[in-house]
């Protein structure tokens, strides 16, 4: 029989942190016909491992060795269960009844529908591709890291920046995975999409409390995107057309051992530019392709090998002028960034109950601004080589309890800067920023244990080091006054590989589940988080150009503290599920800038930055019905995120060093995401969502000098924007199952904005040269997306 | 900052007016003031901050009855005579000198003292060339535009601040004009004198450092756009002034500040620090700058016969009325003196 993988399958690694080195396959049929059954769930009772079957019917999931109940579901059928022992390789068929009266399917996610009761997951999402896919999309292009945004406790600075704010949190301050390998920058177009392509994304786990041991070096939250396995056992096509970017997957067995696939993304949004008759718009130019290749080598039943390959890489280039903060006059500026990662894991199954991963990560971030005008042509390289090799043993020696240690190293070499002339008439100087190189290494241990029913817990201890090493310059400053570049007093230089300075970490983390009914817990958590590596950025969202930054003994290391309790409960059977949670966040060395200094090229970076507190709180209500025809979610979330800094000296201090509100600090989030089947192939969906507008700083005077207006801003972050809100729908057509031939196709409609609304992306004051004789106010809204946005995308399978 | 432009915001993005109500504030000391090594009287502009959203109101603004000295190195003060709308002017007779460092101090009526740091007056290369590439548009009034340069070469060893500003001139022949409304003619009075109406670039900051160029040669900086709306001469005068590190950063956050255009990669706006500050109270906020600079200028008369196509219009014709003329009445926009180079 021939096997597809067609949707997307929903293999949960690391949510409930346990060994998975069983594999279960099958086929799911209509009782009645016997014919295959397209979109089942099929999923393990207790734990979160789950699969939907593709169009022949076929799943496949991957579980622990032992006895387990397997489910599985269908829109339209009664729910079948099945109790077997499960070890190596087995195959179990499930043969489902209609049942006219309950129309369920899970939808939001395949985790079983208690999970979220009687796990300990606190301050965790996992979202399926499959959700993610049906949700109304900008442009047609169904967006990982757009969905995210809808999930409570997430914000970002505006609309179509590729940056998030996870409670309270800056946008560098996510760990952002893709199969273990880290992405520094997740925007393509400059934060239209993300770079995660869902073709091929598996599953997201999403952690911004309760975060388990072997994840740390980002103090707000863990997003971590899982590749789907490559599965087919014959050769497929399948793709997509949208107005943005166009997609293709080829996917198929090599040997009985080795299957892979290759997907890839390419975007050709340029003859959007040419409609425009602004001579810069018609000038401007961008493109992205992006590519992901995975392939699995089963050794044999207990052992397997994965490769994970990706490379993106995006252009942008700009009409006008270049960027100010370089000093250089240029007609056009150009923008690019491209990561090239590669993870190789080995998994092996040592006995029944001990699993081992070996984890090895290649990573390589580039970034460049340029111009190419021939006396002004200059290019400003960036790098982040980043190197990770890892070991986990997995111990499970019984249902009730998992037990995880393990160790990992990470080598980084930051190039902050390079600025060479970009042609031989350049007059451009070359200027190098020094080098920056250290080892972020950490040994962990996680123990989760169901003690009970009612009683379980989960605890972990994560031992974190870096090491910061030359070859370096470390400058000493002046105590007298503030630091900059007059205030050098000395230097010290260290040898290649020579250590500079080094800071430790102890991470405990924990957090207790106590159920009170069958349908009811209460978890209480805390973490501590250390963060080594920053991104160096004073504009309210980072451009992909602005550099990193490792801990220096100047730069100390942010680490965060935080403290969360949830209450969860479900209601009607399971079909919905509520949760409110709390939680409280203190951040130590947290981060901000001198006012007007140049970050880009500055060798002292130390000199530019600020370091203080920062303190968030929130609470996140969430209500999710996962059954039935309407499926979604409702949130809401109150949240507050203040900085302090508060130096020495009054240039040292911002707002003379009381508490002030970060950029991203929006108080008030709702969110709305519905699904309704109206047919088996038909579904409408629809998101709405509310919140505050970000703080701004308001000019409070004006002021002229030499002919020129200078409005005179004081008190940082003192105002806010215009509130957002938005609705967008979307209607998905899937392809027919019963359809004989080989090509099929799907199609997605949909609205973004529908009601148009000019949402303020920010509020700018540009005084005029004669505005002292007027009261215009000299003010002006900037709306991005301001206006409706229908769309149509059409995918196909072959 | 305004390249730091979206690829959302370019596609999609709209402007429209928003008012936020901005229409208290706490007055605040503004000092604009120069000393160059040109000629004086150099002047010093004293005045309290407008709310941004308000009319300034009156000349109570300005402030009259101050104390202003100008003192160098070597501790020589020379007291400023207050002339009127809060300007103070400086002795005839006295000139800047290049190499020496000069400081503002300011004694208000209630007895608060301010001073700024002492600004070096340092040494300014003169312009090398000025020259022109001309852009032809494909729709609008004009037919084109020359886009202007300037090289210059700067042998000094140190990092050297430069800032430019330009002055367009145009020979005036009449300084009357009035239109007819039944025929629609125009009928013109000559001027009494000899009479040039100038425009400046106002509000514009072109400001540039050499940190990053390799060599003396500093070649292509961008001056201004020139219409190209007749084929006769364009006359101007480009100023080149050298900046105080100081001064420099002052107008580059002042640059970074007018160009935002509100899109997230823009910094977020922040308080301009001027080199200014209360010796009592160094926490009090005092808007503005004294600027120190030595002045080169060149003027050039840009040829704009060059081009294949002729612009678009035809001059307007007038005719001249009577012997009688108007006077050239010198002012912001107008001169009777004879512009350096003309």
């Known amino acids: ?798 | 900052m305004k390249h730091y432009c979206l690829f959302t915001l370019i596609l999609f993005g709209c402007i429209t007016p928003y008012d936020p109500g901005i229409s208290q504030n706490t007055p605040k000391l503004v000092v604009d003031g120069m000393i160059t090594d040109e000629e004086g009287p150099y002047k010093v502009v004293l005045y309290y901050s407008t709310p941004y959203n308000n009319a300034p109101g009156s000349s109570a603004n300005f402030i009259n009855n101050a104390v202003v000295t100008i003192e160098d190195e070597e501790g020589i003060s020379t007291p400023l005579r207050y002339n009127r709308s809060g300007i103070y002017e400086t002795p005839s007779g006295m000139r800047g000198m290049i190499g020496k460092s000069y400081s503002l101090k300011i004694v208000l009526d209630d007895g608060s003292e301010y001073r700024s740091t002492a600004e070096r007056m340092i040494p300014i290369p003169s312009i090398d060339t000025i020259y022109g590439e001309y852009q032809r548009f494909s729709r609008g009034f004009l037919r084109g535009e020359f886009s202007l340069f300037l090289d210059l070469t700067d042998v000094s060893e140190d990092e050297s601040y430069f800032s430019w500003n330009w002055t367009h001139y145009t020979f005036e022949k009449y300084c009357g004009l009035s239109l007819n409304s039944i025929d629609g003619s125009l009928s013109a009075t000559n001027c009494c004198e000899p009479c040039w109406s100038y425009e400046r670039c106002n509000g514009c900051i072109n400001i540039f450092s050499d940190e990053l160029v390799k060599g003396s040669k500093i070649p292509r900086i961008p001056i201004t756009k020139i219409p190209y709306d007749s084929q006769d001469p364009y006359f101007l005068i480009v100023t080149q002034r050298s900046l105080t590190k100081n001064a420099y950063y002052f107008w580059k956050d002042a640059s970074d500040l007018v160009s935002n255009a509100g899109g997230v990669f823009d910094k977020p706006p922040v308080a301009i620090k001027g080199n200014l500050v209360n010796s009592n109270d160094p926490e009090e906020q005092v808007l503005g700058f004294f600027e120190v600079s030595s002045v080169q200028h060149k003027s050039v008369y840009f040829e704009r016969d060059n081009v294949d196509e002729i612009p678009f219009g035809t001059p307007p014709t007038y005719r001249v009325v009577g012997s009688s003329c108007i006077p050239c009445d010198e002012g912001a926009y107008r001169t009777t003196v004879m512009p350096q180079g003309w």
């Open chain 1, 1 to 798: 029989m021939v096997r597809k993988y067609l949707t997307l399958a929903c293999a949960f690694w690391a949510l409930n942190t346990q060994a998975q080195n069983a594999r279960v396959y099958g086929t799911v049929y209509d009782n009645a016909t016997r014919q295959p059954l397209a979109d089942a769930n099929i999923y393990v009772l207790g734990q979160s491992s789950g699969d939907n079957s593709d169009s022949t019917g076929q799943y496949t999931l991957s579980v622990t060795s032992g006895w387990h109940t397997l489910a599985a579901s269908h829109i339209g059928y009664r729910t079948k269960k099945i109790r077997v022992q499960i070890s190596g390789s087995n195959v179990i068929d499930f043969f489902l009844d209609e049942d006219d009266k309950t129309l369920e399917e899970v939808v939001v996610s395949s985790r079983p529908v208690e999970h979220n009761i009687k796990s300990t997951d606190l301050g965790v999402n996992a979202v399926g591709m499959d959700a993610i896919k049906k949700m109304p999309a900008f442009l047609g292009e169904s967006d990982l890291l757009k969905s995210v945004l809808l999930l409570p406790g997430v914000t970002s600075v505006g609309e179509g920046t590729g940056g998030v704010n996870v409670r309270g949190g800056n946008a560098d301050q996510n760990l952002i995975l893709m199969d273990d390998a880290p992405i520094f920058n997740s925007s393509h177009l400059m934060g239209f999409l993300s770079v995660f392509n869902g073709d091929v994304v598996d599953q997201l786990n999403f952690y911004k409390g309760g975060i388990p041991a072997q994840y740390g070096g980002r103090i707000s939250s863990i997003l971590e995107t899982k590749l789907k396995v490559p599965a087919a056992t014959s050769w497929k096509l399948e793709g997509g057309v949208g107005l943005i970017a166009n997609r293709l997957l080829v996917e198929g067995p090599v040997t009985k051992k080795i299957s892979l696939y290759v997907a890839g993304r390419i975007s050709y949004p340029d003859y959007l530019f040419r409609m425009s008759s602004n001579p810069d718009v018609k000038n401007t130019s961008a493109n992205f392709y992006d590519l992901t290749t995975k392939v699995e080598y089963k050794l044999n039943n207990r052992n397997r090998l994965t490769f994970t390959g990706y490379r993106s890489d995006d252009h942008f280039r700009l009409a006008g002028d270049s960027l100010s903060s370089l000093e250089i006059n240029a007609s056009s500026s150009r923008f690019s960034w491209s990561t090239t990662n590669g993870t190789l894991v080995w998994n092996s199954q040592l006995n029944k109950k001990l699993n081992l991963k070996i984890t090895g990560v290649q990573g390589l971030y580039h970034s460049m601004m340029s111009s190419r005008d021939s006396l002004t042509a200059y290019e400003l390289n960036a790098k982040i080589n980043y190197q990770n090799l890892s070991t986990e043993l997995g111990f499970s020696p019984d249902e009730r309890r998992d037990f995880i240690a393990g160790f990992s190293g990470i080598f980084y070499r930051i190039d902050p800067g390079t600025l060479s002339p970009g042609s031989g008439t350049s007059t451009v100087n070359y200027l190098k920023i020094p080098n920056q190189q250290g080892i972020e290494a950490a040994a962990y241990l996680q123990h989760d244990w169901q003690m009970t029913d009612k009683f379980s817990f989960s605890l972990g201890l994560r031992y974190s080091m870096f090491i910061n090493m030359g070859e370096q310059t470390v400058y000493s400053y002046a105590d007298d006054s503030p630091r900059n570049e007059d205030s050098i007093i000395d230097s010290v230089y260290y040898k290649k590989g020579e250590i500079v300075n080094q800071f430790t970490g102890i991470e405990p983390r924990i957090t207790v589940r106590i159920n009170i009914t069958e349908s009811s817990s209460i978890k209480v958590g805390y973490n501590r988080m250390y963060q080594y590596i920053q991104q160096v950025s004073n504009t309210t969202a980072a451009l992909p150009t602005d550099r990193w930054q490792l801990s220096s003994p100047y730069i100390r290391p942010q680490y965060a503290d935080q403290f969360s309790a949830g209450y969860f409960l479900n209601l009607s059977n399971d079909a919905i599920e509520t949760s409110a949670e709390v939680y409280y966040k203190d951040v130590r060395n947290a981060t901000d800038y001198k006012s007007g200094v140049n970050l880009l090229l500055s060798a002292a970076p130390e000199s530019a930055m600020l370091q203080g507190k920062g303190r968030a709180y929130g609470m996140e209500l969430m209500a999710k019905k996962n059954k039935g025809k309407l499926t979604g979610w409702v949130s809401y979330t109150f949240s507050q995120t203040h900085l302090k800094i508060n130096g020495n000296f009054p240039e040292e201090s911002i707002n003379h060093g009381n508490w002030y509100a970060a950029n991203y600090n929006k108080p008030h989030t709702l969110n709305l995401v519905a699904s309704y089947q109206t047919r088996p192939r038909t579904s409408f969906s629809a998101n709405f969502t509310y919140s505050t507008g970000r703080p701004v700083t308001y000019p409070q005077d004006k002021y002229l000098v030499q002919g020129v207006f200078i409005p005179n801003y004081t008190g940082r972050n003192d105002e806010r924007i215009p509130d957002y809100h938005r609705l967008d729908v979307s209607l998905t057509i899937k392809e027919n199952p019963a359809q004989k031939s080989r090509w099929k196709s799907s199609w997605v409609f949909s609205i973004y904005n529908l009601y148009g609304r000019k949402n303020a992306y920010s509020i700018f004051f540009k005084p005029r040269s004669n505005a002292i004789y007027n009261k215009k106010a000299d003010a002006y809204k900037l709306s991005v997306f301001g206006t409706i946005f229908p769309s149509i995308t059409y995918n196909f399978k072959f």
